[in-house]
């Protein structure tokens, strides 16, 4: 951005028009009616009575950013905006005596009368990567703003001070200023010009050249004005009568060339008639071409002339197509029907008089918003609760395993669950009821151990290439260093704050448990015995990724190993086509502070951590969850000895077990086993209903059913849930006996005197109690870790928390005094084990006493 134009006055509508042409203007915004409509671009300037609620309207309506306050800044970043589409004002003098300056938003200096450039100079180079504004009430001239310019400063000019006129003492030329950065490298001094099709989405048009001069008369008029190399001054369409207005001017990022975006009339921009100098159009460009011309000339009987003229037809075919593309699955389908659709869809914008670049403007207006709909689907495009005459038999159970009890199948689509009355089953059917899908781990880890290898092998080259096949991301180096700030400016508001909630939350809870102090016990006289705690230096952290968007998982394995003390942490994450890493747990990585961020999922993110590469730093543990492939990756590894790497434990499914008595609400218990059922179809949901009448157990599954129906993952939850439990019991003393027994990774007691019976858990991973404990809570926010035990190890660990980034040291200490009388007894117990060394190691000691007394 050259400058900042100010409306300060009744500015002339052609100068207005003018300054849209390059960028955006700052309004008041008590003027915003007058003047916005007809920028593309502007800035608002807020007043001292504006609310929250009312700068989120100025932004859900097209403004860039505004001016505020730094308080109300903060009070806007609360309310949910985003620190980018804010500019902190300033007084020149506070600025340069405050400690610390606001981070994240642009900054606007309040100079007053008096401009020292040398000193802004100074502040710029302090704020690199804020772009920052400066206001000045007194006279600009051209040398002042293009060193304001060099030091990356953008000077606020009021449109009182500019003209479209030449320059002069009392008013700048719009165009001088805004070519001020420019340079050319060509003896003519003209600029390289690229035109572009706002209406074509900015496919390009052609390459020609400018002169100051015809920038000048461009952004003046409006027009497309060039300089043609032979013949001077070219005003394209003058005589062919294939004009063009105007849209935008810009400088590219070198400022070295320009950028026009226009709208082409006549046939087009090419000397020989076509739309561009690089061919026809292809694409929706053409296709929206074609379809305007047919909306036009199309003869009557035609398939199109039938749609511009059959409203329910149209509407008819956008549905069916739409259909179409939701059933497709292969990737040629998917493009197949996705075509149709577009083709239906852009005949219904064309005959409404829409165009695509009208789309663009829509879409880039909605990604400005600040308020965001809730996302969900109408209730009529949500699939229907099937009735009772379906013939859809319910799934089979897994073979090869001893089955409990089920409850007599009807043929129906309900989702439902098997149920079995424990006081009726046998001891097997019961160890039956207790056991979960069998994992082979051996066959799995046959499967990863190339990958490991090769890793191990070739270090980063392996990494890429394995990268590229399995997450079809090409990179040119897997690992990407601190600082991660950039991420915040990506992040919606409300998912920035959310993230901020539950960094406090889980950060408090994890800094409680930490072993600061040293244990010292005399366990005889003279004889001291210690043991204190010490990070584990280095540990990887694997946050499964891809598509999915798990800064959940970030916090829970990065804010424990920051509270420990780790100095290395290196966080894993598969990456996205492009190569980048969602900026939710980039920006978890910021706040934990990861010294490294390893673009790769799979086996091979593990055998990375594990052995180190050219680029991965090795570690000392591992940490987090992740598919089978993962798992397996994991236990190869810790067993290496050539790894040296520990990890937190074995994995399995997800898992919840329900409690529930006669005060339970079934919307509630059907909501909690839902929960954990979507996370895949082999997700472990069991419930124990204690003392429920088949009415209250009815009540439940009937939740469930509707509930599913209504959730985007219901095929996976009718899979998971069609292999999932409810246990009838007939006391609280009878379900914890069996939950204990099952040793679930999530337990939720739905009970009368929940925390009463706290105090009967003997094994799971964690525990949601009361009706208002939904298990979402400790996955995200509460302040627990959601890392957790599965497939029954909650009988032997713990979920991951701050010890698991720890380990003890112990140390004793003994007297001269002390070994005179704990010697006699470790002589005794080292001869009893035929290990004279040891016995000797104290004789020697006890000799050289008894010799020196």
């Known amino acids: ?63 860039e950013k505004v001016v505020v306050s730094p308080t109300f800044a903060n009070a806007l970043v609360t309310s949910g905006i985003a620190k980018h589409r804010l500019i902190v004002s300033l007084d020149w003098a506070a600025a340069l005596t405050a400690d610390e300056l606001p981070s994240g938003s642009d900054i606007l200096l309040q100079c007053g009368e008096r401009l020292d450039t040398d000193a802004v100079a100074k502040l710029a180079k302090e704020l690199s990567g804020t772009t920052l504004y400066l206001s000045y009430s007194g006279p600009f001239d051209l040398l002042t703003v293009q060193r304001l310019q060099q ?24 165009a001088d200023i805004f070519l001020l950065p420019i340079t050319s490298d060509r003896r003519d001094g003209l600029f390289a010009t690229v035109v572009s099709s706002f209406l074509q989405g900015g496919k390009s048009l052609g390459l020609v050249y400018s002169s100051r001069e015809s920038v000048a008369e461009a952004i003046a008029t409006g027009r497309g004005v060039y300089q043609s190399r032979k013949h001077g001054l070219w005003r394209k369409g003058e005589t062919s009568g294939d004009v063009q207005d105007v849209i935008s001017v810009r400088l590219d990022c070198d400022a070295d060339a320009l950028e026009f975006s226009v709208v082409q009339h006549g046939a087009g921009f090419c000397h020989l008639g076509t739309p561009s100098c690089f061919g026809d159009l292809r694409g929706l460009a053409a296709l929206e071409k074609t379809l305007q011309s047919r909306l036009r000339s199309a003869p009557e ?106 409850a007599t199948t009807t043929v129906d689509d309900k989702i439902r669950m098997r149920t079995a009355v424990l006081a009726q089953v046998s001891p097997e059917e019961r160890l039956a009821l207790l056991r979960r899908p069998v994992l082979r781990s051996d066959e799995m880890i ?108 970030a916090l829970m394995l990065g804010i424990p190993a920051q509270v420990a003390g780790c100095k290395e942490i290196v966080l894993a994450t598969p990456p996205r086509a492009d190569g980048s890493v969602v900026p939710e747990v980039l920006y978890v990585a910021h706040l934990v502070g990861a010294s490294a961020v390893l673009r790769a999922g799979g086996a091979q993110a593990v055998a990375a951590m594990a052995y180190g590469t050219q680029t991965v730093p090795k570690v000392d543990k591992i940490f987090g ?42 919307r509630f218990v059907a909501a909690d086993l839902l929960s954990q059922a979507e996370h895949g179809v082999d997700s472990q949901v069991v ?17 469930v059913d509707i509930q599913a129906h209504a959730l985007s993952r219901v095929d996976i939850m009718r899979e998971s849930v069609s292999k999932s439990l409810i246990v009838r019991v007939t006391s609280v003393s009878e379900a914890l006996e069996f939950s204990n027994d099952y040793a679930p990774e999530h337990l939720i007691m739905h009970l009368e005197n929940a925390q009463e019976a706290v105090t009967l858990v003997q094994n799971a991973g964690s525990v949601f109690v009361g009706p208002y404990t939904p298990e979402s809570c400790g996955d995200y926010a509460s302040g627990t870790n959601h890392t957790l035990p599965t497939n ?62």
């Not at 953008?154 to 008013?171: D, K």
């Not at 400005?368 to 009529?380: I, N």
């Not at 992740?626 to 067993?639: F, I, P």
């Not at 979920?799 to 005094?817: A, C, M, P, W, Y």
Request: with cysteine; aromatic share 4%; hydrophobic share 45%.
């Open 151 to 174: 030091c990356s400063v953008v000077p606020l000019i009021p449109t009182s001070a500019l003209t479209l006129e030449p320059t002069s003492e009392a008013q700048l030329n719009v």
């Open 446 to 553: 046959a499967k990863v151990r190339p990958i490991v290898d090769d890793v191990r092998k070739r270090g980063d080259a392996a990494l890429l290439e394995l990268t590229a096949k399995f997450d079809k991301a090409t990179l040119a180096s897997p690992v990407l260093l601190p600082p991660f700030t950039d991420a915040e400016a990506l992040l919606d508001p409300a998912v920035k704050a959310a993230i901020d909630a539950a960094y406090a939350n889980i950060r408090t809870f994890h800094a409680a448990q930490v072993d600061g102090k040293t244990l010292v016990v005399e366990t005889m006289p003279g004889v001291v015995c210690s043991r204190f705690a010490r990070p584990v230096a280095r540990v990887g952290l694997y946050v499964p990724g891809g598509t999915a968007v798990l800064p959940s998982t």
């Open 1 to 63: 951005m050259s400058f900042l134009p100010v409306v300060d006055d009744q500015v002339h509508p052609q100068l207005r028009a003018a300054l849209g042409r390059i960028g955006p203007v700052l309004v008041r915004a008590e003027d915003a009616v007058a003047h916005t409509r007809s920028l593309p671009s502007y800035f608002l300037s807020a007043d001292a009575a504006a609310q929250p609620d009312t700068v989120i309207d100025w932004l859900d309506q097209g403004a």
């Open 625 to 666: 969850p992740g598919n089978q492939w993962v798992t397996a990756a994991k236990m190869l590894v810790q067993n290496d000895t050539d790894a040296l790497v520990s990890i937190d434990m074995p994995a399995g499914p997800s898992e919840v077990l329900v409690i529930a008595d006669h005060t339970a609400d079934a």
């Open 792 to 853: 029954g190890y909650a009988r032997q660990f713990s979920g991951v928390n701050t010890l698991s980034f720890q380990k003890h040291i112990t140390s004793q200490e003994i007297s001269r005094d002390g070994l005179q009388g704990l010697g006699p007894i470790v002589v005794t117990l080292a001869d009893c084990e035929g290990l004279d060394a040891h016995a000797n190691a104290v004789r020697i000691r006890l000799k050289a006493m008894a010799e020196s007394s």
């Open 301 to 406: 009987g035609s398939y199109t002339r039938r749609l511009f003229n059959d409203n329910a037809l149209l509407q008819a075919k956008i549905m069916e197509e739409a259909s179409e593309l939701c059933a497709a699955e292969s990737k040629d389908d998917v493009a197949f029907e996705a075509a149709d659709l577009l083709y239906f869809a852009l005949t219904r914008c064309v005959a409404k008089g829409v165009s695509l670049s009208d789309i663009e403007h829509s879409l880039d207006g909605k990604a400005k918003r600040v308020t965001r709909r809730p996302g969900h689907a109408k209730p009529q495009f949500l699939p229907p609760v099937p009735g009772p005459e379906s013939d859809v038999p319910p799934p089979l159970p897994p073979k090869d395993t001893v089955q409990p009890p089920a």
């Open 687 to 703: 419930l124990v209903a204690v003392s429920l009448s088949d009415e209250q157990v009815a009540a439940i599954e009937e939740q």
